[in-house]
């Protein structure tokens, strides 16, 4: 059986992963509800997959943190306590993270591998060169998106699907969260 992989991003309105400027984590949208659900999602066991750059990115913002900074949320602390294989073909281990191996190769092939050899379902967040990549090799199962209600036209860093392939989406599961915040579960398909 072939483990489920799914693509979890967060976004703005127009597409962008982060922003810079006076925008704070979760564009400053965040709610109880949201972070419940997010501790529910990453309850489950799965294996984490990251890119080196996200990988880099998630263990400099840990390690500059405070516990009380909302970049230690226990969804992301329970994010860091998952496994997790890290493609690579830059860094060397082992990594500053806990359970973490870093494969270095194709990210198509070690993904297709990890598929096939996964006991448990695998998740990616972020990583978006990583993911645009797997999801034109058909490998993204789920499409997740969390949707802020923001727009960072002139702000938006970090353009999602810049570049992607272009992919028709079922939408096979929604959810408003905080009465602002959209959750989108797509499967996606090449056009």
């Known amino acids: 059986m072939t483990a489920t992989y799914t693509f979890d991003v967060f976004s703005s309105l127009d597409?962008?992963?982060a922003a810079s400027a006076?925008?704070?984590?979760?564009?400053?949208?965040?709610?109880?509800?949201?972070?419940?659900?997010?501790?529910?999602?990453?309850?489950?066991?799965q294996r984490m997959v990251f890119g080196a750059n996200t990988y880099r990115a998630?263990?400099?913002?840990?390690?500059?943190?405070?516990?009380?900074?909302?970049?230690?949320?226990?969804?992301?602390?329970?994010?860091?306590?998952?496994?997790?294989?890290?493609?690579?073909?830059t860094l060397e281990g082992?990594?500053?993270?806990?359970?973490?191996?870093?494969?270095?190769?194709?990210?198509?092939?070690?993904?297709?591998?990890?598929?096939?050899?996964?006991?448990?379902?695998?998740?990616?967040?972020?990583?978006?060169?990583?993911?645009?990549?797997?999801?034109?090799?058909?490998?993204?199962?789920?499409?997740?998106?969390?949707l802020f209600p923001v727009i960072t036209g002139q702000t938006g860093l970090d353009p999602i699907f810049q570049g992607a392939a272009d992919f028709d989406l079922e939408l096979i599961e929604n959810r408003t969260l905080d009465g602002h915040i959209q959750e989108l579960i797509y499967r996606p398909t090449l056009h």
């Open 22 to 45: 006076n925008w704070t984590g979760y564009w400053g949208k965040q709610g109880p509800e949201l972070l419940d659900h997010r501790l529910a999602l990453y309850g489950a066991e």
């Open 15 to 17: 597409g962008y992963g």
């Open 94 to 146: 082992p990594l500053d993270w806990p359970n973490a191996t870093v494969v270095s190769g194709d990210a198509v092939d070690v993904v297709a591998r990890l598929k096939e050899e996964s006991e448990v379902p695998l998740r990616s967040h972020g990583s978006l060169s990583l993911n645009r990549a797997l999801m034109a090799a058909g490998l993204v199962d789920r499409l997740q998106v969390t």
């Open 58 to 89: 998630f263990a400099r913002m840990l390690a500059s943190s405070t516990e009380e900074s909302e970049v230690r949320d226990p969804w992301v602390t329970r994010m860091r306590s998952l496994p997790a294989t890290v493609v690579s073909t």
